[in-house]
């Protein structure tokens, strides 16, 4: 971890010597010569890294290089802070000759520190480790966190039954297949499926089975590779791994048998086997069930968490013992009590994974420590975060948030990140870690000194022993990051052990619902204190309406998000901020009944990648709000054409998302969508709305000839007088929403010949009697929305149309009688909802009903009314 620190400081200090070489001035030497020592400690650590385990004095030397990098550039963002707010002045005033003899001092003692412990590496027999030279010491250093078997059978396996015989078919039946692989973090239970009684008789029936249990690099693999015949055999090979990469790159085409993690009714089983519960407190005695339940729970499903905790609960024969362990059940998981020697605690088998993640990747980790447990992280707030604080960054040729994208991946095929949700293109829209994964995780934040998490609650509510929720912890000497959860009826935002926390890198609030409106006043220590923050995330937050002017002190942000907050008025003072790259200002304005306020500054931050304006705005000062300065974004929301200049969009070439509102015609727009438009070349997304005229056919033509090739999601709002040819419209669209077109000729028989169409929603869009779906049309659909038909009598939908269908989604078509026949030849779908349709039509789907046949394959059928659901 202190490697990726190092990396990040020395990156850091690169950047700041060639963008603030104005204001380091004659510092800039020393800054360089810091980063040369620096520099050279980075390949002392590698071999430091891979010992520390092994050795306490060891592991100090290496949390106090990490302090070094961590102070090296608290110094260098310090100093700059203090020119930035003298900018204007001599370079000899007093205040700047101060800072600069100040700075020069400080980088002093963090040469003679770096001095110091370079003389203690021969004490400890470290080593410089040159870039390749590290794997043998990863190699050895898993080597001891694995556990060995003899081939003994688990006889209580809950779960695994019929994945077991879908495995034996598979090794014995399939023939297409010659390496199998089960994937899985750890703890869930791939050994034990590869090691079952009859894949190992296989051995001896069939040619020959090889089990490679738990693999964990493609090194390994190559080491291997010789002594298999693959492709020359019909032996099959078995093997587990937590890395996804590792089974596909053993055989490209071999099957991967991902492992899930178990049910609640299946981790109660295994419980219950395991604790070896007598009868006098088993299923029939409802205390020791709930209680035996609450503590499952917090196993998250893992079996290998459910083994510790039954293997526990075996010795204790009293209530009175259990619920000892309830109070202290993440304690006893973590540590493993009661199967050491099998296990040696859950953190254990979990922390493997860990210390196999190459040092890049270890603080992208631990920052997703700052979510609380069971949160549905946002994977572009959590990346663009990543990138924000520099602990990932753009690399030959790749952008700093491609580059986070795919250290995000990784981390989901080491199955160390669990993926929420996916787009409509299958890329991860939101990610969570599992509560185990998420204990790991905090412990070792906390060991790194790299993440405070504190929980805030009202002084009359008491706390659970027992409870799962992030701990009231002790500060430490310089925090960096700090996430804080409040509870209902708390009094203040930042606890007063936190106020001085100078060296703060990321502040992260979360809150519960009931959380009262709070003060600017209760804030003022990010102001005044936290003046090195680069992430504030204030999403959210019930705060009074008018954003503080010292905002303008916190210049090294780049990273503020105000979404759903009650700020509403921004000071003038905010265009200091010429760091941000990411501006959110998605102000909750009461459904559009207010207005929010924003100065004309916006302009002067350079570096924005990503601006969401309010959704409704006045501007302070100047009749529109000037963005022609903005050519690094590539995301621009909520653009009000009223109220911005568009001629300024026609500058903001690199833009890839742009959302635009209050349109008055389509002549408007020309000025941007003229031939060539630098602006269509480029967008892969396109959120229209266009208020007042139609518009005409020939304008959408000339609109989609222009798009990027690329071009895969567009959202129209504007009376349409016909839609174009389906050959017109951009060739690679994927997410489709025509709101508000008030057509009169049937769309769908257009639509439906769009080669990759997966999203459509229609609201407002037909005012036609029919629609009918063609045979063969939509061959990609998997999400179909449609609302306020006004006139819809019938739907027809042809054989094999929509035979990819997964969601559909019926809105306030008053005059539609009944579903499609067609419907129940669309097997794929799995869920149906049907909002605020007339009584008769949800009587005809309900079980019995007319038209339930058409749909009983439909997994989720929800009828809604106007005040109910069925």
């Known amino acids: 971890m202190a490697e990726a620190i190092l990396f990040c400081a020395l990156e850091r200090i690169g950047d700041l010597l060639i963008q603030q070489a104005d204001f380091l001035g004659k510092v800039g030497d020393d800054v360089q010569l810091l980063q040369t020592e620096l520099r050279r400690m980075q390949c002392f650590l590698k071999d430091a890294s891979a010992r520390q385990e092994e050795d306490q004095k060891i592991r100090n030397w290496v949390a106090e290089i990490r302090d070094v990098a961590y102070d090296a550039e608290d110094v260098v963002e310090s100093y700059i802070l203090k020119v930035v707010f003298r900018r204007g002045r001599s370079i000899h005033t007093i205040g700047n000759m101060l800072a600069t003899w100040e700075v020069g001092s400080e980088i002093e003692d963090i040469k003679a520190k770096i001095s110091n412990l370079t003389r203690s590496l021969e004490t400890y027999g470290i080593r410089p480790i040159r870039e390749g030279d590290d794997s043998r010491f990863a190699y050895e250093g898993r ?51 590869a090691r079952k009684r009859k894949l190992y008789q296989i051995q001896w029936e069939k040619k020959c089975l090889v089990i490679l249990d738990d693999l964990w690099t493609m090194q390994a693999w190559n080491s291997l ?94 209530l009175k013992d259990w619920e000892m362990v309830y109070r202290n059940i993440n304690s006893y998981l973590r540590r493993g009590k009661g199967h050491e020697q099998e296990f040696g605690g859950v953190s254990e088998v979990l922390a493997s994974s860990y210390y196999d993640l190459p040092y890049q990747l270890k603080p992208c980790f631990l920052y997703l420590g700052h979510f609380p447990e069971d949160f549905e992280i946002p994977t572009k707030k959590l990346m663009r975060m990543w990138v924000a604080e520099g602990i990932v960054s753009s690399v030959q040729g790749e952008t700093a948030e491609d580059v986070a994208e795919r250290y995000l991946d990784e981390l989901i095929e080491r199955c160390m990140v669990q993926v929420g949700r996916r787009n409509f293109i299958g890329r991860v829209k939101t990610c969570r870690l599992h509560d185990l994964m998420r204990d790991l995780c905090l412990s070792k934040a906390k060991e790194e000194n790299f993440l405070q998490a504190t929980h805030l609650r009202h002084k009359n509510d008491p706390v659970a022993a027992s409870s799962s929720m992030v701990p009231i912890v002790t500060p430490m000497a310089k925090i960096r990051r700090l996430a804080i959860y409040l509870d209902e009826g708390v009094n203040r935002c930042i606890s007063s052990e936190y106020e001085k926390s100078s060296h703060l890198r990321s502040l992260l609030f979360f809150y519960a619902k009931e959380v009262g409106m709070i003060n600017w006043e209760q804030l003022k220590p990010v102001f005044n204190n936290f003046k090195l923050l680069r992430v504030l995330d204030l999403e959210g937050f019930k705060i009074t309406e008018h954003l503080p002017k010292a905002i303008r002190k916190l210049v090294h942000l780049r990273y503020l998000n105000l979404r759903n907050s009650k700020v509403r008025v921004l000071p003038s003072s905010i265009g200091n901020l010429v760091c941000l790259h990411n501006l959110d200002l998605s102000f909750d304005l009461l459904d559009g009944l207010q207005r929010g306020e924003i100065p004309n500054v916006i302009w002067k931050m350079e570096q924005l990648s990503h601006l969401y304006l309010p959704k409704s705005f006045t501007i302070n000062g100047a009749d529109k709000l000037r963005l022609d300065s903005l050519n690094n974004l590539k995301t621009l929301r909520n653009v009000d054409a009223r109220k911005c200049c568009i001629k300024d969009l026609v500058k903001l070439t690199n833009l890839s998302k742009l959302g635009m509102h209050s349109v008055k015609s389509y002549e408007e727009l020309k000025v941007i969508l003229k031939h060539p438009s630098p602006i269509l070349n480029s967008l892969w997304l396109l959120s229209l709305q266009i208020w007042g005229e139609r518009v005409e056919e020939k304008d959408l033509r000339q609109l989609f000839s222009d798009c990027h090739h690329d071009f895969y999601r567009l959202s129209l709002g504007a009376a349409l007088s016909k839609l174009p040819e389906y050959n017109s419209f951009p060739p690679n669209l994927i997410k489709l929403t025509l709101w508000g077109s008030r057509l009169v000729e049937d769309p769908m028989p257009t639509l439906g010949k769009l080669p990759h169409l997966q999203f459509l929603r229609l609201p407002h869009t ?96 929800k009828l809604w009314a106007r005040s109910s659901c069925f």
């Not at 019929?162 to 899985?184: A, F």
């Not at 590792?246 to 991967?256: E, F, Q």
């Not at 729970?297 to 526990?312: K, M, N, Q, S």
């Not at 659909?781 to 939908?797: D, G, R, V």
């Open 225 to 318: 590779r010789p002594a298999f015949p693959i492709g020359k055999s019909r032996s099959k090979i078995l093997l587990t791994t937590r890395n996804k990469d590792v089974a596909t790159y053993v055989d490209p085409k071999a099957l991967i048998h991902e492992v899930q993690c178990l049910t609640e009714e299946m981790s109660w089983e295994l419980l219950q086997k395991k604790a070896m519960l007598p009868g006098g407190h088993g299923i029939g005695n409802f205390t020791w069930e709930r209680l035996g339940m609450k503590m499952v729970r917090h196993c998250g499903g893992l079996p290998v968490a459910i083994i510790v905790l039954g293997g526990l609960l075996a010795t204790k024969h009293t």
């Open 766 to 861: 037909y005012f036609g009697k029919e629609i009918v779906c063609l045979t063969e049309s939509f061959p990609r659909l998997k999400y179909l929305f449609i609302s306020n038909f006004p006139k819809l009598e019938k739907w027809k939908i042809y054989d094999t149309a929509m035979p990819s269908l997964l969601e559909l989604q019926i809105r306030r078509c008053e005059q539609l009688k009944k579903l499609p026949d067609g419907l129940r030849l669309v097997t794929t779908l799995r869920e149906l909802e049907i909002i605020e349709m007339p009584n008769g039509f949800l009587n005809r789907l309900k079980v019995g009903g007319e038209d339930f046949y058409k749909v009983q394959q439909v997994h989720s059928i």
């Open 143 to 193: 080597q001891q966190l694995r556990r060995t078997y003899s081939h003994l059978v688990e006889d209580d396996v809950v779960g695994l039954e019929d994945k077991t015989k879908e495995l034996v078919t598979l090794l014995v039946k399939e023939e297409r297949y010659q390496v199998i692989s089960i994937c899985g973090m750890g703890g869930l239970g791939k050994t034990t499926l």
